[in-house]
């Protein structure tokens, strides 16, 4: 099969043609309709989170068809020991031998993978294989954030990308306002947020025209935290969605105290992807993508470093 490889990080990706993977017991194998390019992708790719194994076909939000013509979804959670604490307690997102898809198990830049069917997700019928692979990870872990958010009504998306621009529809229809911060100057952005039903969009460093109940932050810049903190009303939470964030620069503890607070969001449940994707069609959550064939991976992540595309990039094998 054609695939793509990380072979060392911090080097460009490579297409290459690999042996057909087999199917071992309780795997379907799948032949890739479209895999969505996420952050986590190119942080593998630029080494700003550690590789488990290399090389690696990265790539965790596949569209596949199995041998016998379903077609399902998979997504960054490939599996779990299901017998740790965290599995035990409804926390599978956490669990300390969990392997993920595109990192640990080889993913979905290739036109043949195979996945354990227990951690393959059903796809709701109206999304087409580009518009539905976003939803997979860029969706579901927002919507895990989101929930994080409680009933905040006035929520600030930090980033506004594939995550953002679903999660935006999601709040909106759930009648929360959105106030989407950019880079400076990036009015492109913003004028893609609010037309996706954001109450205003702005720059990261300008403070948001009234208080706000809650805070997301999908960008990995760490100074984007106390930015945030500054724009919450007490008792606000900033939550950070990413998989790898640089450092927090310190901050004053007044604009923590009033009981605010900052978390993270790791992985995902299954649970997390039922419910996103029974949610997604009644939004109904429309992604905006760019289009990619296989051997041009490596310009998906050079776009998406640079900011060259509104929503979410998708590989076509
Ligand atoms: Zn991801
Ligand atoms: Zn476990």
Known sequence: MR???LERQGEPVKPTTLPDPEPGPGQLRLKIRACAVCRTDLHLRDHEIEATKLPVVLGHQIVGITDDGRRVGVPWLGWTD???RYCTSNRENLCVNGKFTGRDIDGGFAELT??????????PDELSDEQAAPLLCGGLIGYRALRFTGDATKIGLYGFGSAAHQICQVAVHQ???VF?????GDERTQEFARSLGATWAGSSTEPPPEQLDAAIIFASAGELVPQALKTLAPGGTVVCAGIHMTDIPSFPYEILWGERSIRSVANLTREDGEEFLAIAPQVPVRTTT???????VEQALTD???GRFEGAAVVLP
């Not at 989407?180 to 400076?184: L, Y």
């Not at 760019?290 to 041009?296: A, G, H, I, K």
């Open 175 to 177: 009648g929360r306002e």
């Open 114 to 123: 195979v996945a354990d069917e227990r951690y393959c997700l059903e796809l």
């Open 82 to 84: 299901g017998t740790c």
């Open 304 to 306: 998406l470093r640079a």
């Open 290 to 296: 760019t289009t990619y064939p296989l051997d041009r």
């Open 3 to 5: 695939a793509v490889i």
């Open 180 to 184: 989407a911060f950019t880079r400076a």
